[in-house]
């Protein structure tokens, strides 16, 4: 694939230096080294390696944003238009802290008492009670540092034309909502358990506390004072937005059905934005943080949100404890989607970087440490590229992917395979057939529903995975399933219909 550096804004009045890093971090981002193997390679080599189409990325020096610039194309194939810096990407997660800074702003205004229950919010719905959380009282505080207990899990979000639930269907489990209930697996306030439906519990009482439409609060609290015009939680996008937003891919290189998937849980996952309005987001709560600002919230709460509640979770950010420079991110992933931000509020450094695709997290990454180390971030030397990550790249460097081909399979064999199996106990997996569309719905535990392809007549591939299952026959009847992920095979016996 030809880099295609086709859109870029440059800010910083010394442009010369300002090519020179670019052009540095395109032609060599930092090594990868996994096991005896180093490959050091241009971003474009990792996008083709890794078959990323798209790449947005902002650089944020001294709390400006001195250069955004897009790579690639919206969709993989020739022909594709270019990604710029006005591209719309999916944010996924990072919809949680925008969430969090729309909540933050009505508190400070009053509307809101982020340490009183809950449920006295809610009208429309009730939050199970008793188990875990018997006698336990559960704030908007403990909603926004995810350490609510509710039971943890994301969003595979809806192909588009597909039934779309509302807000209460998604807390219910209820069809056609694809997840499970919201419920308290744990004792409040304990630790850290990343949730989404913890944050559609906040849209709730947002939308019935202010009585207006999520999407307009968010607006006019967040997106207008900051003047981010590519930013909206709408899931039916404008045609004029929708002609500039990038398509999702899987992890396979294949396209999403219709360009993307429809996610109606809109504060945990369905913002579109760009890197640049992400950047200017990250600038205001940095500038914030300093005192130089209070366009969204005040000194003291931005100070509230970033400052560590339990572990590294803020008030919607992602910090450091014990953390002198201001540290703040958060990453994002939706099907076919991948996106991080991060920030230093201290010294006004920062990224955000945009992909369209199921592998685009390890060149997130990796673009992360190239800007940290051109941009001299002072916490550079500290910084590690994780070891999984480093394996994924290299692997697919060297060309290990798989391209695996659906095939047609009878639809009887789709009826038999479906059922229950357990991986663990109390783990199972619930396989369904979808017989007229070819293929198997598969979910595992709480985690959302996946298709599963045929390849063969017994072994079926995810799109939205790098992992495969197989079915085992036994005196003539299908006895159990396996798992075939990152080299190893789990079997999982069936269990009684």
């Not at 944003?65 to 944010?91: D, E, N, R």
Request: one cysteine or more.
């Amino acid at each position: 694939m030809r880099l295609a550096a086709v859109g870029t804004v440059l800010i910083l009045s010394a442009a010369c230096a300002t090519d020179t890093r670019i052009a540095a971090i395109e032609s060599a981002l930092p090594a990868v080294t996994n096991g005896d193997s180093t490959i050091q390679r241009s971003l474009a080599e990792w996008m083709d390696a890794l078959g990323v189409p798209g790449v947005s990325i902002a650089v944020i020096d001294d709390y400006r944003i001195v250069w955004a610039k897009g790579y690639g194309t919206l969709s993989a194939g020739a022909g594709g238009a270019a990604v710029t810096p006005s591209t719309l990407f999916q944010a996924a997660s990072i919809a949680k802290p925008v969430t969090a800074l729309a909540l933050l702003h009505h508190a400070d205004a009053g509307a809101f008492d982020l340490d009183a229950d809950v449920r006295s919010m809610l009208r429309s719905w009730s939050l199970p009670t008793g188990g875990a959380d018997s006698g336990t009282t559960i704030t908007l505080r403990h909603l926004l540092s995810h350490t609510a207990g509710i039971r943890a899990g994301g969003f595979t979000g809806y192909e588009r034309g597909a039934p779309i639930p509302s807000t209460l269907q998604i807390l219910q489990g209820a069809e056609p909502a694809l997840n499970t209930a919201a419920v308290v697996d744990r004792k409040p306030g304990e630790a850290v358990e990343y949730s989404g439906l913890g944050y559609t519990m906040i849209e709730l009482a947002m939308v019935e506390r202010l009585g207006r439409p999520f999407e307009r609060i968010v607006d006019e609290s967040v997106f207008r004072p900051l003047n981010m015009r590519n930013s909206t939680f709408a899931q039916t996008l404008p045609e004029a937005l929708a002609t500039r937003a990038a398509r999702g891919h899987f992890a396979s290189g294949a396209p999403l059905p219709g360009g993307w998937n429809i996610y109606p849980e809109l504060a945990a996952a369905g913002l579109w934005t760009t890197p640049t309005d992400l950047a200017t987001l990250a600038i205001e709560t940095a500038q914030s943080w300093m005192g130089r600002s209070e366009r969204v919230l005040t000194t003291a709460t931005t100070r509230r949100m970033l400052a560590p509640y339990r572990e590294r979770m803020g008030l919607g950010f992602v910090v450091r404890a014990d953390d002198s420079l201001g540290f703040f991110s958060h990453s994002g992933g939706n099907q076919g989607y991948r996106a991080h931000m991060e920030m230093l509020a201290r010294v006004g450094k920062g990224v955000v970087v945009m992909t369209n695709s199921d592998v685009g997290h390890p060149l997130t990454a990796l673009i992360t440490l190239a800007v940290a180390q051109h941009y001299g971030w002072p916490d550079t030397a500290q910084r590690r590229f994780s070891s999984a990550n480093a394996q994924l790249l290299t692997e697919q460097m060297a060309g290990v992917g798989v391209v695996r081909t659906r095939v047609a399979i009878d639809d009887t064999l789709l009826v038999r395979y479906a059922g229950r199996y357990e991986l663990a106990p109390g783990f199972h997996f619930v396989v369904g057939a979808d017989t007229a569309r070819s293929r198997l719905i598969v979910r595992l535990g709480d985690q959302g529903r996946l298709h599963a392809y045929p390849e063969s007549n017994t072994k079926f591939f995810f799109e939205a995975a790098d992992a495969q299952i197989s079915f085992v026959d036994s005196a003539g009847r299908t006895s159990a399933l396996q798992l075939h992920q990152g080299g190893r095979i789990q079997m999982a016996r069936r269990l009684p219909q």
